[in-house]
């Protein structure tokens, strides 16, 4: 709950879960968009503005002559209450002035392309109060690029429909489109406007828009110009009573027959959304259905945990944030315009790793849909567009990590699910149209193009760059017009990269397990063989004496190394080569911590690298770029730390990885919200390190790799619930002071309660497990029948 509306950044929430998405700050403002960020936008939103955050989801109300927002903005008239609500799904603003109160709430029912506002005005005084409020939102012409610069065209386009208290939006819909935007309200209007230089005036702003500060509607409808959609209403509330109406933004699609009546828009699946939403109680229904989707998704987890801001996050809010990163990969948040970035390779597949025990279904989609998008020689386009499912040709391919990501999201599925049809799915090359080969021939597609891609060491090419998207090492850029991320000549280039060997270490340790599990032990061994080379090569090339080096650059330097001025030890190697496996026998594993925690672990978090690069440097690419603490250059890479955590818990480690994990919760950030800035209820992509001029801050925040990272560290290495392909394997790895815990997981289908205790005060090593009573000796509770309750007790103590 947020109880003042001048937050330090305007914090935000996602409205939707299926097609049709919001993006909803605590004054209301942000847009709505179906499916796809770029281009299907319905309404507008102005980025990057002064003040931030300047458009959105606005209810004016005129009380006598004064006029002020339940959410706030646009007028900032000051509120005699106000409380924001981002709930799951839902964002409710309360808010009360002069004896009026009025409750916004949007969300988007479960299955429907439609954004619902209720709206409740009460009247808490005694006396008779006569309002008029006004609706407004600003409509945009769906290609939100175009739709931002190419005002020759657009400010001749723009066409509405008025019908009673709908509002249609149908500019391009005479020709190319088959759909329109639906604005309506479920009460009776007293007036409309659907020009914006009418409702808000040429030379105003939306604090002292023209037509809510005289009072009355214009009645105007656009032709060109910016189409916006704003009801009037007149409301009479006696003594302590209460109205509750509805506006609906509804997208419409394939209406049939297109037209009604000589080139009007066929309104009819309009006019049946406004009738079904004017029912009593159907909005309060939809409300019901979307508390039952959310209650029905998170139900796949739940945990008490001695650490508040653990159990907190965990429970509701992580697994939140790792729906909507799976629902918008990169595409839409405050800091991601929905333009340029669709839905990350890399990213998603990780995504899916936090999301899969609570949407098996939309990750299988989605691994196939990005499996899609591999290149027969096993490069990944980086991106591709949500609408279309076709590659981003802009950013194109060539970052050299991607395709083992792959692999990983594929192995989480089948051990969550059980379901190993999915590897036989098929999947054609998009280079290759009308291909179709199974899954499985893809994560050997990405395996293969690593051992095929090796340079001089035999480390992995890094072309682009590696996960670190920053660390250019054949860009060679001086040219300020250019993108780091697509330029340099990648095909001649020799840069090798440490954390792509460590992450391909763990990729083929995942395979060869899949393998097994399939009763392929051959094909396992082959795996295991290609990994022990790259093993070999790891420990015979890449040690530095104290940590393992990041890279080697295109003329063969050490990157990450002793023997560089900047940039002398990274965190990625450590997570990579150590999660991977090396290190284990020959102590370096530890080793590479212990350097960690000397020299890039700090109160806000586990830096990138150290020292700060400060100088500009052509060979390394724009990890330099960035000023000293922000970003890539030394910043706290929340989602990088994470590995680190479960680094720790690799090496039995508790105490250290509940440290680690709370110097990034967003939830532990709450005393030092002025400082932290963003939102304390879901995990940043980076907060400012030590060298930066205001360290501590957060950016970023929302659609972040971090989000599924922190859900793996706490679920899985802290707490020690993971699937596997047998069933649940519990191994904790908990601070030794924590006296036990619950959780409740869903697997399968069946229910686990599964209850720890730790009398010895261990962090970890089981001692007992037992299953229904039963005591087992293996840790790994075998799968249920779907639809069971099973009760697991778990003992931890010495010689576990
Ligand atoms: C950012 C990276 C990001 C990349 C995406 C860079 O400017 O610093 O975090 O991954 O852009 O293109
Ligand atoms: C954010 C990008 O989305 C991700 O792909 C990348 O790995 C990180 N930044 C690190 O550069």
Redesign the pocket.
């Known amino acids: 709950m947020i109880t003042r509306p001048d937050t330090p950044l305007p914090w935000l929430n996602y409205l939707g879960q299926d097609d049709l998405f919001g993006l909803c700050t605590n004054t209301g403002g942000g847009y709505t968009f179906w499916r796809d960020a770029r281009l299907r936008r319905l309404t507008r939103y102005r980025y990057n503005d002064a003040p931030y955050d300047p458009v959105g989801r606005y209810l004016y109300v005129r009380d006598g002559t004064s006029v002020w927002n339940p959410g706030w903005r646009p007028t900032k008239v000051a509120l005699d209450r106000y409380e924001c609500r981002h709930g799951l799904g839902y964002t409710r603003l309360t808010a009360a002035k002069d004896g009026v109160e009025v409750q916004l709430l949007f969300f988007v029912p479960p299955g429907e392309d439609v954004e619902l506002w209720r709206a409740t005005v009460r009247n808490e005084t005694d006396r008779v109060k006569e309002l008029t409020l006004f609706s407004y939102l600003e409509l945009c012409f769906y290609e939100a690029l175009n739709d931002m610069t190419n005002f020759q065209r657009t400010y001749s386009i723009g066409e509405v429909e008025v019908e009673g208290g709908g509002i249609y939006h149908t500019t391009e819909y005479r020709e190319r489109r088959d759909h329109y935007t639906l604005f309506g309200c479920t009460r009776e209007i007293a007036g409309f406007d659907t020009s914006r230089d009418e409702f808000v005036g040429v030379h105003n702003g939306l604090h002292d828009a023209a037509v809510p500060f005289t009072g009355a509607a214009r009645g105007s409808v656009a032709h060109g110009w910016n189409p916006i959609a704003s009801h009037q209403l007149e409301l009479r509330l006696g003594p302590e009573e209460e109205e509750t109406f509805a506006f609906v933004l509804a997208y419409v699609h394939g209406a049939e027959p297109k037209f009604e009546r000589s080139g009007a828009a066929n309104k009819e699946p309009g006019r049946a959304l406004l009738a079904r939403y004017g029912r009593d109680g159907a909005v309060d229904e939809a409300f019901e259905a979307l508390r039952a989707y959310w209650d029905g998704l998170l139900s796949a987890l739940h945990v008490d945990c001695p650490d508040r801001h653990g159990t907190r996050m965990l429970s509701t809010w992580n697994q939140y944030q790792c729906v909507a990163t799976l629902n918008l990969s990169r595409s839409a948040s405050l800091y991601e315009t929905g333009i340029g970035?669709g839905i990350g390779f890399r990213d998603s597949n990780q995504d899916i790793l936090g999301v899969v025990h609570l949407a098996p279904e939309r990750t299988r989609a989605r691994i196939l849909d990005l499996a899609a998008t591999q290149l027969s020689d096993g490069r990944c386009f980086h991106q591709y567009q949500p609408l279309t499912k076709l590659g981003n040709s802009a950013i194109g391919s060539d970052f050299n990590d991607d395709p083992l990501w792959l692999v990983l999201s594929t192995c989480a599925y089948v051990k969550e699910t059980g379901d190993s049809s999915i590897l036989d799915e098929r999947v054609g090359y998009s280079d290759r149209p009308g291909s179709a080969e199974p899954l499985l021939h893809h994560l050997e597609t990405s395996v293969g193009f690593t051992v095929g891609h090796r340079g001089d060491r035999g480390l992995p090419l890094i072309g682009h760059a590696d996960w670190n998207?920053?660390l250019n090492l054949n860009c060679f850029s001086t040219d300020p017009d250019e993108s780091f991320?697509t330029a340099g000549d990648v095909e001649g280039s020799r840069a090798e990269s440490v954390m792509i060997a460590g992450l391909f270490l763990y990729a083929c340790r995942e395979l060869a397990g899949l393998y097994r599990h399939l009763g392929r032990p051959d094909d396992a061994e082959r795996l295991d063989r290609a990994r022990a080379g790259m093993l070999a090569a790891v420990e015979e090339q890449a040690w530095d004496g104290e940590w393992y080096v990041r890279a080697f650059d295109a003329r063969g330097a050490a990157v990450g190394s002793r023997s560089c001025e900047e940039g002398s030890i990274f965190v990625e190697s450590q997570a990579w080569c150590i999660l991977g496996g090396a290190g284990r026998e020959n102590g370096r594993a530890v080793r590479a911590l212990e350097s960690v925690h000397e020299h890039l672990f700090t109160e806000h978090g586990v830096v990138l690298h150290q020292p700060a690069f400060t100088r500009y440097d052509p060979a390394l690419g724009?990890i330099t770029s960035y000023p000293p603490g922000y970003?890539?250059n030394a910043g706290v890479f929340c989602h990088a730390a994470t590995w680190i955590i479960l680094a720790w818990c690799l090496l039995g480690e508790g105490d250290r990885a509940l440290e680690y994990y709370l110097t990034t919760c967003p939830s532990a950030q709450e005393e030092r919200i002025e400082t932290y800035r963003s939102e304390p209820y879901v995990f940043a992509?980076m907060i400012a390190g030590p060298d930066a001029a205001t360290p501590g801050e957060a950016r970023n925040s929302w659609l972040t790799g971090t989000a599924a990272w922190s859900f793996l560290a706490l679920a899985e290495g802290i707490l020690g619930i993971r699937p596997d392909y047998e069933g649940l394997r519990i191994d904790p790895c908990i601070p030794c002071g924590w006296a036990g815990y619950s959780v409740t997981r869903r697997f399968r289908g069946a229910t686990y309660e599964i209850a720890v205790s730790n009398p010895e005060g261990v962090c970890g090593g089981v001692r007992s497990l037992r299953v229904d009573g039963r005591e087992l000796d293996a840790k790994v509770v075998p799968a249920a029948r779907s639809g069971e309750q099973v009760r697991v007790e778990v003992v931890l103590g010495r010689g576990g």
């Open positions: 970035r998207d920053c991320q724009e970003k890539e992509q």
